[in-house]
């Protein structure tokens, strides 16, 4: 399933104006009461579940919406918010976006399962990840989520640092790749 130019403008417009209409107030003024903040949470039940199902899931969509869960709940005590993205980490970590051999994770799957991945690697993406897996061993210290962050910064240090010390953005899906385990 591929995505053209405007069916990504279409989807930004429809998230601006339902943020323009919900949370920018007559005022001019930005407000994120608990009102809002609800609307939001009980509208990411949704679209969490959609985007595990999504064929060509996109990471950063998803680690947006865990990264608010994770600040619902401990805005709010939502263990419903903790336990959903807690819940998608676990399954995004046991998936196949994951490089379970070489380190980090894949930009998204090519099928509904998330069992084949797309074999390109974005740097944005180990960030992100790394951390909402950080997040989760905050809040849950669990060591299951620090060992998947300290995977990822071991394969960014190892695999996305240039020699000059600068990072590179992506890893190409047919790049030859030799792996180090940093500690």
Known sequence: M???PGEFYDSGKKVFDFIKGNIYQKTGELSLDETVLTNAFNKSKIILIGFIKVL?????????????LFRYYRRFGE???KFMALDTLKEIA????RDHIGGGFH????????RIPHFEKMLYDQA???NSYLDA???THEDFYSSIAIDILNFTISEMTSSE??????????AQLTFQIVI
């Open 56 to 68: 060509e899931m996109l990471l950063s969509s998803t680690t947006n919406v865990i990264n608010f």
């Open 128 to 130: 992100q990840l790394s």
């Open 2 to 4: 591929a995505f053209s």
């Open 165 to 174: 010390g600068g990072f590179y953005s992506a890893i190409d899906a047919e």
């Open 137 to 139: 061993f905050q809040i």
């Open 79 to 81: 263990e419903k918010s």
């Open 94 to 97: 046991n998936g196949g976006i």
């Open 107 to 114: 930009r998204y799957a090519t099928d509904v399962n998330w």
